[in-house]
């Protein structure tokens, strides 16, 4: 492979406007966290029964896929694909800015987020919340070193270690991430060792589909070369990345279908659960799943950049309607305390819990998106992270031509 | 025949091997109880709650007491909500008219089987675990057991992540909404933190006894009974002994300290 060369990207109005846009959301996340914070939560949708809202869908998202799109640049460093290499630093890059922006939702949307000095200084060193914390902090760490080896030239040889620990990190992160719903022995929706995978495998594939859609957003603005051969490489992984989350889908309900117990909680999800069940079938399976898998393996479809974005799309709508499900879905269902025995109160036992997002919750989480796309922006602008040129040629000269051309 | 089968102080309990001797003063509580029981059988419940013994400001708590309390659900009348007043009258929280979000400390729930259509009502709270998930969970250690087993929720260092509320499987908590007014000084509450049952541990330290307790009526025989689970002679730990009674999904191993009777 040539050298390559890194550069900043271009400056001038379209970068300024494009910033513009994404500081204005972030500043309407920040309004959204003050009204939230000021009022109290009872101006959000959330109440006592569905304590954690659209906010941590959001944040739980970004983490999740933080974690996901810095496998760029382990098939680069961990797993020896020459390709992918110019690749890493954006990796490395968008990997920071989602955690940051996931963090910040859901720091912002705790009942007292004055006090995140707490939360830094006292640690139940039992709770799985409290290891997460390690666990993010300790991300940002790994990748910035994983950065700095990569990008300052005498400590290029340690990129592959630092890649390997940081692939590491990034699995055990998921990990927690996904047992912070696993290990809630008390409630049906949850409660399954399945969610780690799971988990992973989700971030896996959300992770791929926004590196996917922002670099070939930044190389579209900046007119760089990016070659569709290496899209459809990466587009063909996602594939598999999609079809390993239907996998761990299909067998955290098909385990729960299988015991009595649970059998409530899956006709919810599965058949009567209204939007849960609408959000589960249409948007996070077919739309989420099976149409972005045949996006990217139907030839017509797959070598254009059209379908490889639409198929990035999608398996981003698809896994923030799935989180949703998971999260508010999870908690919609009433918890079983007497169990085969109708249950009704004051406090909403035995119901269905109702939960409408609000629009500050909407603001908030969006606003955290606009934030790490931010981070994003402005750190291609002052360092050399994107390579001039991604085209096949440049990235694997030794490859045969493409059959197809760039539509 | 039923009377008697009921009554905990009509038959003899068989002591288990490993009781520590009694002291002169189990002794002396033991006789009062049945001087008590003989006079006002409605009653006894209630005097049994078991006034707890005051503790000093300054001296820690001890393990060796573990607070717990015994609903006998047979005594609880469909529709009384004088433990839900009470508790919310002496903790200082209550309907805002905003049901979703309002805290609710302790609320009545009424069970049905399905198949046979037969009810029961009866007070749930925070249970007061000795393996409480809550605790568990909680990040920065807000949500805490105290050694004699009350759990409890730190004000000052809870963040308001609500992850406890994700895992308590009793729906026992509540995430303040809204600002406070009025609050009572012994039991504070904050916008932004999560809170639930206390046990009244105000009145424990001040060796008196839970006000839902309290409130419970005597004539209607008392259905809710307060005392220390770890204190073989004190009146809860007998009945316990005496007569089946049930945790609240004893199945998840969290062992309450609340349990129910003629569940």
Redesign the interface.
């Known amino acids: 492979m040539a050298r390559v060369v890194y550069r900043e990207i271009e400056g001038g109005a379209g970068f300024a406007g494009l910033l513009a846009i994404l500081v204005a959301f972030t500043l309407t996340g920040i309004a959204s966290a003050w009204y939230m914070?000021h009022?109290?939560?009872?101006v959000t949708g959330?109440?006592?029964?569905i304590?954690?809202g659209m906010p941590h869908v959001f944040a739980v998202f970004l983490i999740v896929t933080a974690s996901g799109v810095l496998n760029v640049a382990s098939l680069g460093s961990v797993f020896g694909r020459t390709p992918y290499k110019p690749m890493a630093r954006l990796s490395g890059l968008l990997a920071i800015a989602f955690l940051v922006g996931g963090l910040a939702v859901l720091v912002l949307d705790?009942?007292?987020?004055d006090?995140?000095i707490?939360?830094m200084t006292?640690?139940?060193l039992?709770?799985?919340?409290?290891w997460n914390?390690f666990l993010y902090i300790g991300f940002l760490v790994v990748v910035a070193a994983y950065l700095f080896v990569q990008m300052e030239r005498r400590m290029n040889r340690f990129a592959p270690s630092v890649g390997w620990f940081a692939f590491i990190w990034r699995l055990v992160l998921t990990t927690g991430t996904g047992s912070?719903f696993g290990?809630?022995?008390?409630?049906q929706a949850y409660d399954a060792a399945v969610m780690a995978p799971l988990f992973i495998a989700m971030s896996l594939s959300f992770g791929l589909a926004a590196f996917l859609l922002v670099t070939m957003t930044v190389y579209g603005l900046t007119g760089r070369p990016l070659g569709v051969h290496i899209l459809n490489r990466l587009a063909r992984l996602l594939g598999i990345f999609a079809a390993a989350v239907l996998y761990f889908t299909a067998l955290q309900h098909l385990t729960n279908l299988y015991a009595a117990e649970h059998a409530g909680v899956e006709r919810f999800i599965l058949l009567e659960g209204g939007i849960y069940t609408a959000l589960f079938w249409i948007v996070q399976v077919v739309l989420g799943g099976v149409v972005p898998i045949a996006l990217v393996y139907i030839p017509a479809t797959a070598r254009t950049w059209t379908g490889i974005a639409a198929a990035s799309a999608l398996v981003i709508a698809g896994g923030l309607a799935q989180i949703y499900v998971i999260i508010v879905g999870g908690?919609a269902y009433p918890?079983?305390?007497?169990p085969?025995?109708?249950?009704?109160?004051?406090?909403?036992?035995g119901v269905v819990a109702?939960y409408m997002p609000s629009l500050a919750e909407i603001g908030l989480g969006v606003g955290g998106v606009a934030f790490a796309l931010a981070i994003a922006a402005v750190g291609m602008k002052v360092l050399r992270f994107l390579p001039d040129s991604l085209s096949d040629d440049a990235l694997d000269p030794h490859r045969q031509p493409a059959r197809a051309v760039n539509t | 025949m039923t009377a008697t089968r009921n009554n905990p102080f009509l038959r003899d309990k068989p002591a288990p091997d490993d009781v520590p001797e009694r002291g002169r003063r189990d002794v002396l509580r033991a006789l009062a109880a049945g001087v008590g029981l003989a006079l006002a059988p409605g009653v006894t419940l209630y005097a049994f709650g078991g006034p707890a013994e005051a503790r000093a400001p300054g001296d820690p708590v001890s393990s060796k007491v573990r607070w717990g309390l015994l609903i006998d659900v047979n005594k609880c009348a469909d529709g009384c909500t004088r433990c839900v007043t009470a508790c919310s009258t002496e903790n200082g929280w209550s309907d805002t008219g905003?049901?979703?979000?309002?805290?609710?400390w302790i609320?009545?729930?009424?069970?049905?089987?399905?198949k046979t259509g037969a009810s029961r009502s009866l007070p749930?709270m925070c249970q007061h675990c000795a393996e409480p998930?809550c605790?568990?969970?909680?990040?920065?250690?807000a949500s805490f057991k105290r050694a004699d087993g009350i759990v409890l929720v730190d004000k000052h260092?809870?963040?308001?992540?609500?992850?406890c509320?994700?895992?308590?499987?009793?729906?026992a908590?509540?995430?303040?909404?809204?600002?406070l007014k009025d609050q009572k000084p012994y039991a504070p509450r904050g916008?932004?933190?999560?809170e639930s049952c206390t046990l009244c541990v105000h009145r424990i330290d001040a060796g008196r006894i839970p006000a839902c307790v309290e409130a419970c009526p005597a004539e209607g025989g008392g259905a809710l009974a307060f005392g220390d689970l770890n204190d073989p002679a004190a009146e809860i730990s007998q009945r316990i002994a005496k007569y089946a009674s049930a945790q609240?999904?004893a199945d998840?191993g969290t062992d309450p300290g609340v349990r129910y009777q003629n569940l």
């Open positions: 914070e009022y109290g939560h009872i959330m109440n006592n029964r304590v954690w705790l009942g007292r987020p006090r995140l707490v939360a006292k640690y139940n039992k709770s799985i919340f409290a914390i912070i290990w809630l022995v008390a409630r908690q918890l079983i305390l007497f085969g025995m109708e249950v009704q109160s004051s406090y909403q036992d109702a | 905003h049901p979703l979000t309002d805290a609710q609320r009545k729930v009424k069970v049905t089987d399905p749930v998930p605790v568990d969970v909680c990040p920065t250690g260092i809870c963040i308001g992540c609500r992850y509320m994700m895992a308590c499987p009793y729906n908590r509540s995430f303040i909404h809204e600002s916008k932004g933190t999560v609240i999904r998840l």
